[in-house]
Structure formats: structure tokens, C-alpha cells
T-cell receptor, first 112, second 114 residues
Framework: QQQVKQSPQSLIVQKGGISIINCAYE??????FPWYQQFPGKGPALLIA?????SEKKEGRFTISFNKSAKQFSLHIMDSQPGDSATYFC???????????FGTGTRLKVLA | GAGVSQSPRYKVAKRGQDVALRCDPI?????LFWYQQALGQGPEFLTY????????KSGLPSDRFFAERPEGSVSTLKIQRTQQEDSAVYLC????????????FGPGTRLTVT
């Protein structure tokens, strides 16, 4: 019940394309879903986060779509750029706790 | 001021050696977390401090792992009698509070046990 499943494991997108990364969870008590971006040799950095009271959140080129009934959420990167090439992690946590449960990561490569 | 810093950035240890990894959180951050990130995997929770109190150590994989934060600021993760399976990146994160606050991660310490 603590798992967060992330797919795909790797993704190659042309510059200007849309990158889509999906995550699924089982624990219905989770109520905070952040996405982290990690460059090689760096720690993860928060990109965008959502709570289940909304179905979509957009910040610039990054959008989270959330489907509470399906227990799934996804990250969409519009107009993908080579600088977006990084590893992306979804995570989940529950109010009153502090642990983040991370997905296994998606390595994104955006071709110039 | 600066973000979370960790030292050393890289550590090579022979099997059986003890190691100590240091984390300097963002000034004023009450909460401090340690995660272990194996190659190609997401970070996995190890332990959590609120100020100097270690409130959760449920993720520590064995009694060879020990963490402390004696003055509620700098934290040290100690691994005794290192094993090859301990090889990973150890990430430290801090936040203003506990639940509901963004966790800011440091760059990590890459530990290689030979």
C-alpha cells in the first residue's frame, strides 16, 4: 500500500514535444503529490505539487493532472527543451506524516 | 541563505570501515530528513528529526546505521562496519516544518563500499 509506481522508466522526446510521465498509488490516504526534478550530481528539486482537491495544476510549461478515482497522476511538460533533460520523480505523502514515498524515476532526454 | 549542504560529496570506504556523513540544513529549518538513493531508484526514507528529537528512524536498514542532530541544526549519519549493499547516495533534506512543508534536498553524498 505504500508503493508509488512510475512509468515509463525512460523517455526520449523531440524538442518542442510533450513529455508525459505517469504515476499510480494505492494508499487512498495520500493527499500530497509532488514532482521532483533531479540533474546528475544534484539533489532532487521540487518542480510542482498537487493536492487531490483539484484535478489539474499548471505552472508554466509544467502541468500535473490528477485522477482521484483511478489513483493516478501525471506530469506533462509542454514544449520540452533540451534543458529539461533530467530524471523526474513523483512522490506521495499523507497529511500528518512527513515521509515522502518516491516513485522509481523517469529519465527524460529531450533531443535538440 | 544557502541551500542544504552535505559533506563529503564522495566517500569510498573499505568494507568494515565506519563512515560519517554530514548535513547542514537551511538555517531555521526545524525538520531534517535522511534518504538513501540506490542507483537508478527513487530516494527511500531513512529517518526524521524535528529539532534535536529523532521522531522516526523506521527506515534505517540495520542497527549499523545511526543518526544524530544534537543541537537541532547539523546532522550526522553514521554507518558502522560498512557493507557493499550500503553503497548508495545519501540525501539530506530539510523543511520549515513537518507535514505539508516542502522538503529541500542537498546534493547528496555518494558512498562506495569496496
Amino acid at each position: 500500500q505504500q508503493q508509488v509506481k512510475q512509468s515509463p522508466q525512460s523517455l526520449i522526446v523531440q524538442k518542442g514535444g510533450i513529455s508525459i510521465i505517469n504515476c499510480a498509488y494505492e494508499n487512498t490516504a495520500f493527499d500530497y503529490f509532488p514532482w521532483y526534478q533531479q540533474f546528475p550530481g544534484k539533489g532532487p528539486a521540487l518542480l510542482i505539487a498537487i493536492r487531490p482537491d483539484v484535478s489539474e495544476k499548471k505552472e508554466g510549461r509544467f502541468t500535473i493532472s490528477f485522477n482521484k478515482s483511478a489513483k493516478q497522476f501525471s506530469l506533462h511538460i509542454m514544449d520540452s527543451q533540451p534543458g529539461d533533460s533530467a530524471t523526474y520523480f513523483c512522490a506521495a505523502s499523507r497529511t500528518g506524516t512527513y515521509k515522502y514515498i518516491f516513485g522509481t524515476g523517469t529519465r527524460l532526454k529531450v533531443l535538440a | 541563505g544557502a541551500g542544504v549542504s552535505q559533506s563529503p560529496r564522495y566517500k569510498v570506504a573499505k568494507r568494515g570501515q565506519d563512515v560519517a556523513l554530514r548535513c547542514d540544513p537551511i538555517s531555521g529549518h526545524v525538520s531534517l530528513f535522511w534518504y538513501q538513493q540506490a542507483l537508478g531508484q527513487g530516494p527511500e526514507f531513512l529517518t526524521y528529526f524535528q529539532n534535536e528529537a529523532q521522531l522516526d528512524k523506521s527506515g534505517l536498514p540495520s542497527d549499523r546505521f545511526f543518526a544524530e542532530r544534537p543541537e537541532g541544526s547539523v546532522s550526522t549519519l553514521k554507518i558502522q562496519r560498512t557493507q557493499q549493499e550500503d553503497s548508495a547516495v545519501y540525501l539530506c533534506a530539510s523543511s520549515l516544518g513537518g507535514s505539508g512543508y516542502e522538503q529541500y534536498f542537498g546534493p547528496g553524498t555518494r558512498l562506495t563500499v569496496t
